[in-house]
């Protein structure tokens, strides 16, 4: 039987340790006609295919930005949602037979779409959130494609959604494997000095929607964001 879900999103609550981000609207305030339109307008300059044929102009050219990796939030600490508690960490995705389980409980829409974007085989950062110390802590890669979220149906289920039906399921999940830990825990403080870094001088973490869209608990990652990231953890911690 699947996990309960345990994943954090509804317009996923800003990380602890981050006083200074600004809030956007949680799904809870818009209604879900607005925030269905709303996700299926990509942003300014980025075409409608999934984000991988997003293009912006940069210093007068356009270039076409790829996302092929992830970055997946989930919460590590216990918090009860409707009775149920929603912790879900990396040592319970460990846990779990073949260490794999399906990612449900989303309930943003542009989280969703990017759920529908995922690819066979794609790598994600596994991210610790809503804690004391928010940071990404392992690699997991995406084991089956988007399919319907069956928690939606499920009455007892905290994620439970009652305008949506069967035939044209509102909801997706995927499922992940845990690949391997990183070498060390790089937390979001020290992403956030290379983004703050990377927007003065151009480098790759410039646009990280973990600082452009940080509610979202679902986000996808360039090649160069990935890369970036991912030597970080063969450096000693800042």
């Known amino acids: 039987m699947p996990w309960p879900s345990r994943k954090r999103d509804k317009g996923a609550v800003a990380d602890k340790k981050e ?30 295919s999934g984000w991988k044929n997003w293009k912006k102009k940069e210093e007068g050219e356009e270039s076409k930005i790829t996302y ?31 260490q794999t389980t399906c990612w ?4 943003n829409y542009q989280a969703r779409n990017f759920l529908r974007s995922m690819k066979l085989g794609q790598q994600a950062f596994f991210y610790h959130s809503n804690c004391k110390e928010p940071g990404i802590v392992a690699l997991v890669k995406i084991v089956k494609e988007a399919y319907p979220d069956h928690t939606q149906f499920d009455q007892k ?24 830990m990183t070498k060390r825990f790089i937390p979001l403080s020290e992403i956030k000095a290379h983004h703050l870094a990377h927007k003065a001088d151009g480098g790759p973490l410039k646009d990280m929607m973990l600082f452009t869209r940080q ?4 986000q996808p990652l360039t090649q160069e964001e990935f890369d970036f990231v991912l030597s970080l953890e063969e450096e000693k911690p800042h």
């Open 157 to 180: 289920d905290p994620h439970y959604d009652s305008t949506s039906r069967k035939e044209n399921p509102k909801w997706s999940m995927v499922d992940v494997q845990f690949v391997r």
């Open 68 to 98: 092929c990796h992830w970055l997946l939030k989930s919460e590590p600490e216990s918090r009860l949602e409707k009775g149920v508690d929603v912790k879900f960490s990396v040592d319970d995705l460990k846990a779990q037979p073949n």
């Open 104 to 107: 449900d409980g989303v309930r």
């Open 19 to 48: 006083p200074d981000a600004k809030i956007a609207k949680t799904e809870e305030e818009t209604s879900d006609k607005e925030e269905e339109e709303k996700s299926a307008k990509p942003p300014a300059g980025s075409s409608k």
């Open 215 to 218: 509610r979202l608990s679902i």
